[in-house]
Each structure stands twice: as structure tokens, then as C-alpha cells.
């Protein structure tokens, strides 16, 4: 029991996390004497979130531990950390609301398949255009913790558009994938 406590442990640490980044990140943006700490709080923050998410899985793949809880779970605490960050991005005008929507209808309409699918019997694991879309994530979410800390020019604000559309492109993607296989898989179980 231990084991399975242990990486669903390190998935449940960032339904606190996330809302812990998003109250440091208020503070950085709204209290100037807290900027410098804040910022720093923030790349822990994301440090701790973002590893938490390697390593859940990579210790549930080696305790043997994987499970359909954890499947659900572990995606879940991942939109609920990626949809903190580019809210809080959104609120500092570093990342535009097209990008947010994008997100939010892709991840809204990911948790409605793993649902619909988990009816059936059937627990959605991550797909590799999934976990690509992740890694874009993660990113974009680092690039724009960098604009909060060291401004935007022209340059820095191109450079953003192109990688969160990039991103966005991903995230369609990963949609379209999980789409597909989720109208595979109702066809074969009609």
C-alpha cells in the first residue's frame, strides 16, 4: 500500500503547489518589495511541480504501482498545474487569451473522453503527442516565468508568440490523437 501511496502522493502534492504558485505569482506582480523573492519562489514552485510530475510516474513504472487511479489522477494534476501557470501568465499580459482558450478547450475536452471512456471499462493513458504537448507546456510556462523576471522587448515578445504557438499547434495535435483513438475505440466496442 506504501508504494501506491508514494507516487499518487507526489501527483497529489500539485493540487498544493499549484495554488501555492499562484498566490506567490500574485504577490510578485503586485507587491514590488517581494518581486526578487518572489521570482525565485516561483522557479521552485514550478521546480517542485514540474519534477513531481517525472518522477510520480517513473516511481510508479518501477514500484510496479501503475494503476487506473493514477491515470486519471496524474493528467488531472497536470492541467490543474499548466492551466494555474498560464492564468497567472494571462492576468501579467504574457500570454494572450487565444493561447489560455486553446488550452483550457483542449484540456476540457481530454478529461470528457478519459471519462467517457473510463464508462467503458477503459482507462486513457498518455499518448506520446500528449507527452510532447507536456514538454511544450513546460516550456512555455519556464519562457514566460523568464519574461515575468526579466521584461519583454519586441524581440523577447516575438519569441513567446512563436513558441505558444508552437504550443498551441501541440496541443491540437494531442487533441486530435486522443480524438481519433477515442472514436477507434467506440467503434470497436459497438
Do not use: H
Not at 25 to 33: I, P
Not at 42 to 68: H, K, M, N, P, Y
Not at 123 to 138: C, E, M, Q, S
Amino acid at each position: 500500500m506504501a508504494r501506491v501511496g508514494l507516487a499518487n502522493m507526489l501527483t497529489s502534492s500539485r493540487f498544493v503547489l499549484a495554488p501555492l504558485f499562484a498566490v506567490v505569482f500574485a504577490l510578485t506582480t503586485r507587491v514590488d518589495e517581494f518581486r526578487t523573492t518572489g521570482i525565485v519562489l516561483l522557479w521552485v514552485l514550478f521546480a517542485l511541480i514540474e519534477l513531481s510530475d517525472v518522477f510520480d510516474g517513473a516511481i510508479a513504472r518501477r514500484q510496479g504501482t501503475v494503476s487506473d487511479v493514477g491515470k486519471i489522477l496524474d493528467p488531472f494534476a497536470d492541467v490543474v498545474a499548466k492551466v494555474t501557470y498560464f492564468t497567472c501568465l494571462l492576468t501579467a499580459e504574457i500570454v494572450p487569451l487565444w493561447f489560455l482558450l486553446i488550452v483550457l478547450y483542449r484540456e476540457f475536452g481530454i478529461i470528457l473522453i478519459r471519462m467517457m471512456l473510463y464508462r467503458e471499462g477503459i482507462a486513457l493513458g498518455a499518448r506520446v503527442a500528449g507527452k510532447l504537448k507536456t514538454w511544450f507546456y513546460g516550456i512555455s510556462a519556464a519562457a514566460g516565468i523568464l519574461v515575468l523576471g526579466v521584461g519583454i522587448s519586441p524581440a523577447v515578445a516575438t519569441g513567446m508568440t512563436a513558441l505558444l504557438a508552437v504550443t498551441a499547434a501541440a496541443s491540437i495535435g494531442s487533441f486530435l490523437q486522443y480524438l481519433v483513438l477515442f472514436l477507434r475505440r467506440r467503434k470497436a466496442l459497438s
